[in-house]
């Protein structure tokens, strides 16, 4: 099973939704009451040519608005615009990357195995964070300045909300190893599960990582406070929620898919006593902590 799978255009269309102009709504105002009687009025219209007038944007889905339709208002919306798409889509990405990195050292630990079942208290799903991970990605290690900021704070953000659903994953006595029901030895040896889906292991956590608004919050709280304040359109808050979006619904996708895979188990079997008792359920077993229950 691949790692989760981003869909950029949600993330995109999201943020459109939001209305976002240029310039800014505190810092524009519209020119008003042109006509012969305000001459200084029509200088706005006097400084641009008719082909300057109205332009067409190029960025698609067009990320902001223009507060005037005029060719310098769109131009500003092009390129900022275009910087924000080419943002959401690099934390995509880079988040895909960690999680990928992220799947090939999780595994379950401290599982109770007896008989058929396993049993794995909130704990038992062990990984690595993924902060680290999210900031090294091919995508968004070169990103400095501001740029490096938001990019630590949606890394810090979705690492915290992904570690809160990882720490509260449980096995609630599901049946991995029918073998063990009745074993013909006194040790059972390591044996692969029966293949589940990860949903099947609840977390109490789950709402950290398939809904938007934990995972917006946490980012808008890790973003620097300068940058907050110097932001009086809130557009932080519509690129973290365009973001958290896309990432979550990604992870619920993942979530009934991704098989949990080759979780070996073993353990005794104390009532074995040939000839007259020639199997027995095993009792007490454990498993290897080994990584790999979720790379396929």
């Not at 070169?142 to 740029?147: A, P, Q, R």
């Not at 490096?148 to 609630?172: H, I, L, T």
């Amino acid at each position: 099973m691949p790692p989760i799978s981003p869909i950029p255009i949600i993330s995109h269309a999201l943020f459109m939704s939001k209305g976002l102009k240029l310039p800014t709504d505190d810092g524009w105002e519209q020119p008003q009451n042109q006509g012969p009687d305000n001459p200084s009025a029509d200088q706005y219209s006097d400084a641009l040519s008719p082909d300057e007038m109205i332009a067409i944007p190029k960025v698609i889905p067009p990320q902001f608005m223009p507060q005037n339709m005029n060719k310098y208002h769109m131009d500003s919306c092009n390129d900022v615009g275009a910087k924000f798409k080419k943002f959401q889509d690099d934390m995509l990405n880079a988040v895909k990357f960690a999680h990928s990195m992220w799947k090939l050292q999780a595994k379950f630990k401290d599982l109770k195995v007896n008989a058929v079942t396993a049993l794995g208290t909130p704990g038992c799903l062990d990984g690595p964070k993924l902060e680290s991970f999210i900031k090294m990605a091919p995508s968004a290690a070169v990103m400095i300045g501001n740029e490096g900021k938001y990019r630590d704070a949606v890394a810090k953000g979705v690492s915290d909300c992904f570690e809160k659903w990882q720490k509260k994953v449980m096995v609630p006595g599901l049946p991995w190893y029918p073998a063990f029901a009745a074993w013909p030895g006194p040790m059972a040896p390591p044996m692969p599960n029966v293949p589940m889906p990860l949903i099947a292991c609840p977390s109490a956590e789950m709402a950290q990582i398939v809904a938007p608004n934990s995972m917006k919050k946490a980012m808008i709280d890790a973003l620097d406070s300068g940058l907050k304040n110097d932001d009086p359109d809130k557009q932080h808050e519509a690129l973290f929620e365009s973001i958290a979006t896309a990432l979550s619904l990604a992870f619920l996708m993942w979530l009934p898919q991704q098989q949990v895979m080759l979780v070996l188990g073993k353990g005794p079997v104390p009532s074995f006593a040939p000839p007259y008792v020639p199997v027995g359920p095993v009792v007490m077993g454990d498993n290897l902590p080994i990584p790999g229950h979720l790379m396929t």
